[in-house]
């Protein structure tokens, strides 16, 4: 009939206390923890040589930018007011985002960077000027990051440009490329390793020496 309720709405909820009642409060509870998440050691690409001193595995945030062998630092604070002691503490590099211009790239490169290697940076007379360092030290405290720029340095048109007008000038001829070195490499590994096999079988005894 027209006046009565409908089957539909007699079973609806009369009252707001009802409609809560029958909510599910069987939900997901979000679990928190306090342990610091891992950090991803950074790989060079397949195409550029290896880093000789390889990624640092104890402060992996230097690995990427210019630390310039920058480290945590641990040691003891001192106390002394009323309860004098030592406490444990640790000094973290002073990083800062600059941006700072590549005359070789001719492009500004935002750089994570310590106040140590900035310094350098600016005592060298620039950034490719660092970054082509030859000495030992320099190169280990590139990292892998540093390692990475320096071969887009080396490898860019006008730093290629400016490596064969020295070429010419000092009469040295164009030297090889990695591919080309890793190819020499592999076919002198490759005939050590015949001629080994060679000397092998002549210095084998035959069948009548055997006898004797």
Same mark, same amino acid.
């Given at each position: 009939?027209?006046? =009565?309720?409908? %089957? ?7 009252? =707001? ?7 599910? +409060?069987? !939900? ?22 290896? &880093? ?5 595995? @104890? ?6 930018? +210019? &630390? ?14 009323? #309860? ?24 500004? +490169?935002?750089?994570? @960077?310590?106040?140590?290697?900035? %310094? !350098? ?8 000027? &660092?970054?082509?360092? #030859? !000495?030992?030290? %320099? ?24 490596? $064969?007008?020295? %070429?010419?000038?000092? #009469? ?7 591919? $080309?070195? @890793? ?10 390793? =015949? ?16 006898? &004797?």
């Amino acid at each position: 009939m027209a006046g =009565l309720p409908t %089957r539909s709405a007699m079973s609806l909820p009369f009252t =707001l206390s009802a409609a809560f009642r029958n909510l599910s +409060l069987n !939900t997901a509870k979000r679990s928190f923890s306090t342990t610091l998440p891992v950090q991803k050691t950074r790989k060079l690409p397949d195409h550029i040589p290896p &880093y000789p001193y390889g990624p640092n595995y @104890v402060f992996k945030q230097s690995n990427s930018g +210019l &630390y310039g062998g920058a480290m945590i630092r641990f040691g003891n604070k001192i106390s002394d007011g009323k #309860n004098e002691g030592k406490t444990r503490r640790s000094w973290k590099p002073n990083v800062r985002r600059k941006k700072i211009w590549s005359d070789s790239l001719e492009k500004f +490169l935002f750089i994570k @960077v310590t106040k140590k290697a900035l %310094r !350098t940076i600016e005592k060298c007379g620039g950034l490719d000027n &660092y970054l082509l360092g #030859n !000495t030992p030290a %320099r190169i280990k405290e590139l990292g892998i990051f540093g390692w990475e720029l320096r071969w887009q340095v080396m490898n860019s048109p006008k730093m290629q440009e400016k490596f $064969e007008l020295d %070429r010419l000038l000092h #009469n040295i001829e164009k030297p090889q490329t990695f591919e $080309e070195f @890793v190819a020499q490499k592999e076919a002198e590994r490759k005939k050590k390793a =015949l001629d080994l096999t060679n000397i092998k079988e002549l210095t084998k005894p035959t069948l009548n020496e055997k006898q &004797y």
